[in-house]
């Protein structure tokens, strides 16, 4: 909305214009793409009272705007869906008519949708729907589909291929696994039916009952009457589809096995397709297909979706691949997706999907999977445990990876996806980290170094990962840094979501931005208290690149977490700048400028690593990170040859600084991935970090790392009052010679490291953050 319209319009006021006069609406207007797509986000989730038409409204303003053609399909096409679902068919016309593109897309469906006769449409035309809906599987020679003339049944129910197709009686058995818990019956038999009806005739179908109860003892006794083909196996204990799937697998015996769900509908070719595939690929462990979306009356039409997708149950397998990998996880969703990348990785061949649309899904509200997806969102869960198996995947030996129930896989399953899932019993934790656990730079290693002090400690510790809205250009289900994510698979510390009710002591949120456009739903998690880390201050000191608005972050979280935080600073720095933002209402009385393991750091140095001194940084290439005068540049990263300079990262500022085109030959420039942060100032004698004048970050990371690893840190003064005796400090002109008087003897240098280990061990080690902490929770 704030991209969308000019800076001085309230966006309440906005909304209020936009529904009693448009014309003034659109004098408002400084960005359509941004209109649209915030129509596209609101009509496509449709989750408050008004947002179909509020939503309408949004999109059908910036397409009277867009002159240009910026628009993008995907932004229009929700409009067009929109209209088609509701039954506007004129105007959705207009708007296929208007973006031929988007009147082509997927062999015509939307056009061909308006003529659907079982969704009450005005232009209902049997015939030329059916066209329509069939020239998806005639692009793929793949037989058209019929419906059986019977009215008393929903048009799902009735579908057939006509004429009937011959039948193959000769080949290897296929066993196909369907499970099902309190079925419908007529929705399973006309998925049982598909299954039946295929013209690979040597197939064995594996119906699981996962416990649905006794009454429905009389629709699995009919069934099984169906064909001789057909068994049903009844499971003790209610355990979802996975362990139901588990128990079908292990009762298999066909040379290839398979799955089917107990509403979906699979073409009769499905098998036959899935076999000649496989028998003349003999490189792919296993096949998937793909499928037509639609719901019990074949409408085709989902605001925000596509008709066309993959069929994760589908996956057809050679049974070396299910002897290798054994069975499911056994959580109650998402584990078929990570059954096929598991396949992959124990025989190191691929499963393919096969274009062709061999299977028809049934879309139904209010389905198991339904609540974790909307159009642009996925549920947290959906993306941790994805998280969680693919570093399970990545850091096992493929032996490792065989699943039974004998095994305990180190795979961190959701608690919503839990079998055993007992909410009166949600666990309660001291701390817990909230930031964006995506991300792998100072401000995760500052958390991590805590968790770690923390854990060893006996707190009951969990993270919350947050994305800032700054980096919204990622995917829902991009995953946790692998250092955190193997934390969590090994039980270290758990991982909870904003919506859970959990008791939380003690709530950090590192990076104050998160908070700026924090636009979550009020949160079900009961904290305590909160602290927001600030790692930088809201803008340069000279007022640009503005992070966040602190009076915003603060009313964020009241509203999100019911709770006003104390905001803890980084350094002086930071302190000074949040004072003058905040006085000291909300402000604490001590800073966390971060911790270090120095056992993880700590180098035995025999002497100096040149008869010149060696002198380096690490850090981003940006204008803030480095002095803005050339003269200090020169001092403290001499280009005449006196100090044998070593920098990671580009160093593409300094040299825009001191006007050069290329690297002075004193220097040696070491990108970010060519050498670890570790070796790198291990090779150096000194650290200087001079930054901008106006910087408000703090670099608390690189300089406790340099400390640790025994190079040492030449600083601003006004860094004394953070690191006191563990740094020497000089200023411009004075930095040369303090070199230059370091180098001269090692014991010099070497009296400084051993006073820096002491000055590390008292006031930035675990034992003294654990004590910090431990004394924190004890007042709340």
Known sequence: MRAAIRSDVDPQEFCELLLTDVQAAKDQIVDVVALGELGRLVLSQNLLAGDKFYGTELLTLANSLDTDGKLSRQILRVLIQHHIVENNLDKASELLDEHPKIDHEVFGYLRGEMSNPFTGGESSDHHKWLASFNQVFERYNVAPIGLREDDRLLPFD?????PSRREISAGPLVSVVLTVFKPDEMRLRTSVNSILDQTWHSLELIVVNDCSGPEYDDIFGRLEQLDDRLTVIHATENRGTYAARNIGYAASSGLYITGQDDDDWSHPERIERQVNFMESNPEAVGCRISAVRCDEFLGRVRVGSSPLGQNASSLFIRRVGYEQAGGFLEARKAADTEYHFRIEAVTGRQVKTLKEPLSIIRILEGSLSRGDYAPGWVHSSRRSFRSSYVHWHNNRCPQELF?????????????RFEIDNHTESLPKFDVVFAGDWEQYGDLQKDMLEEIYALSRAGFRLAIINFQSDWETHRVGLTPLNDDIQKMINEGLVDEIYYDESIDINLLILRDPSILQFFTYEVSNLSIDSMFVVANEAPANLDGTDIKYLVEDCIENSKRAFGIEPTWVPAGPRIRKTLEHYMGGEWLSSFDLPGIINLDNWRHNRLGHRSTFPVVGRHSRDESMDWPSEGSLIEEGYPSDGRFDVRIRGSATTPL????????????????HDEISVGSFLYSLDYFVLYQHAHVGEF????????????AVA?????????????ALYSEQGELRDTITHLHSDFSISEHHRKRVESVLDRRFSYDWYVNCMTSLLAEK
């Open 158 to 162: 009735r579908l057939k291929v006509s």
């Open 403 to 415: 699943v039974s129930r004998h095994t305990s896989p180190a795979v961190k399953i959701p608690r």
């Open 656 to 671: 825009r600084i001191l006007g050069a085109d290329h690297y002075p030959n004193g220097w040696t420039v070491y990108e």
């Open 699 to 710: 670099p608390g990371r690189q300089i406790l790392e340099a400390m640790a690893s025994g």
């Open 714 to 726: 030449v600083l601003p003064r006004e860094l004394q009052a953070v690191f006191g005796e563990a």
